[in-house]
């Protein structure tokens, strides 16, 4: 048990202690005892019974050291205090506390079932018919600048709402500095990126498409003749003789009689 776990229970016992005196003498007859004695209302006794409990929390403040004090309750930023400790289950609670009805949400949006329906409730139609009539104004003002009508067309409420949804994706891949045609354009090759990459080294595709491949996915292309190692072959000039070099470009077999050397710059000129 830790530090504050026993400094928890220490002033959870003095709590009880002090509620059960106080229950004890209430239990007295105090019309005996006290001849000016005078019976109270229900409201009085309940707010006697919520300065009692809060007069007992701030002894319990004052009687503590500062580290005591600290482990006691929470502050904010604010100065808002939070207490630790919960309520004792032997005093009634505050009448600030009582929950007279069930938490959630109120009005239409009790009929909502989907999270559409919630989102419309914000952004309702007559909020959209509003934005795509601005936004046609706006297009309107600057169509005389494109030669073709189709870059300047009106919008409307489909197109609107697929924008709001990129704009959602953006905000959960956090994606604040990818434009919108970004994400359009990249629409569905995240779900074939990993079979793309299985595709890149299979030697039954045509080479141009898997270098398309490997470009898209990002991947190192490996050619048939680096799948296998020490992978050898007959020259394609001198057929009595085998080899493992390979032409850069067309990928044949070929010793170093008829290879001619080029340098990095020239290389750089003509990718695979």
Same mark, same amino acid.
């Given at each position: 048990?830790?530090?504050?776990?026993?400094?928890?229970?220490?002033?959870?016992?003095?709590?009880?202690?002090?509620?059960?005196?106080?229950?004890?003498?209430?239990?007295?007859?105090?019309?005996?005892?006290?001849?000016?004695?005078?019976?109270?209302?229900?409201?009085?006794?309940?707010?006697?019974?919520?300065?009692?409990?809060?007069?007992?929390?701030?002894?319990?403040?004052?009687?503590?050291?500062?580290?005591?004090?600290?482990?006691?309750?929470?502050? @904010?930023?604010?100065?808002?205090?939070?207490?630790?400790?919960?309520?004792?289950?032997?005093?009634?609670?505050?009448?600030?506390?009582?929950?007279?009805?069930?938490? *959630?949400?109120?009005?239409?949006?009790?009929?909502? @079932?989907? /999270?559409?329906?919630?989102?419309?409730?914000?952004?309702?139609?007559?909020?959209?018919?509003?934005?795509?009539?601005?936004?046609?104004?706006?297009?309107?003002?600057?169509?005389?600048?494109?030669?073709?009508?189709?870059?300047?067309?009106?919008?409307?409420?489909?197109?609107?709402?697929?924008?709001?949804?990129?704009?959602?994706?953006?905000?959960?891949?956090? *994606? *604040?500095?990818?434009?919108?045609?970004?994400?359009?354009?990249?629409? *569905?090759?995240?779900?074939?990126?990993?079979?793309?990459?299985?595709?890149?080294?299979?030697?039954?595709?045509?080479?141009?498409?898997?270098?398309?491949? @490997?470009?898209?996915?990002?991947?190192?292309?490996?050619?048939?003749?680096?799948?296998?190692?020490?992978?050898?072959?007959?020259?394609?000039?001198?057929?009595?003789?085998?080899?493992?070099?390979?032409?850069?470009?067309?990928?044949?077999?070929?010793?170093?009689?008829?290879?001619? /050397?080029?340098?990095?710059?020239?290389?750089?000129?003509?990718?695979?």
């Amino acid at each position: 048990m830790d530090d504050y776990a026993r400094e928890v229970e220490r002033l959870t016992q003095m709590y009880e202690e002090v509620a059960t005196d106080e229950e004890n003498f209430s239990d007295s007859d105090d019309s005996v005892a006290d001849p000016q004695y005078e019976e109270v209302s229900d409201h009085q006794s309940e707010s006697g019974l919520e300065l009692e409990e809060d007069e007992l929390y701030e002894e319990l403040l004052v009687e503590s050291s500062a580290s005591e004090r600290n482990h006691l309750q929470f502050e @904010a930023k604010d100065g808002t205090k939070w207490r630790k400790m919960c309520f004792p289950k032997n005093v009634r609670t505050r009448q600030d506390n009582i929950i007279v009805r069930l938490p *959630g949400v109120t009005g239409p949006a009790k009929n909502a @079932a989907s /999270p559409r329906e919630y989102w419309h409730l914000f952004i309702d139609e007559n909020i959209m018919k509003e934005l795509v009539q601005c936004t046609n104004v706006y297009i309107e003002s600057i169509s005389h600048k494109y030669t073709h009508k189709s870059d300047a067309r009106s919008t409307n409420i489909p197109e609107l709402r697929a924008l709001f949804g990129l704009l959602y994706l953006a905000g959960v891949y956090h *994606g *604040g500095r990818t434009s919108v045609y970004e994400f359009w354009s990249n629409d *569905g090759t995240e779900l074939l990126m990993d079979y793309m990459k299985t595709r890149v080294n299979s030697q039954y595709l045509p080479r141009e498409i898997r270098q398309l491949a @490997a470009k898209i996915s990002g991947t190192q292309l490996v050619e048939r003749a680096e799948l296998v190692e020490n992978k050898r072959g007959k020259c394609a000039y001198c057929k009595d003789r085998k080899t493992r070099y390979t032409c850069r470009f067309c990928r044949k077999f070929i010793c170093l009689e008829h290879t001619v /050397p080029v340098c990095q710059e020239c290389a750089a000129k003509f990718p695979e």
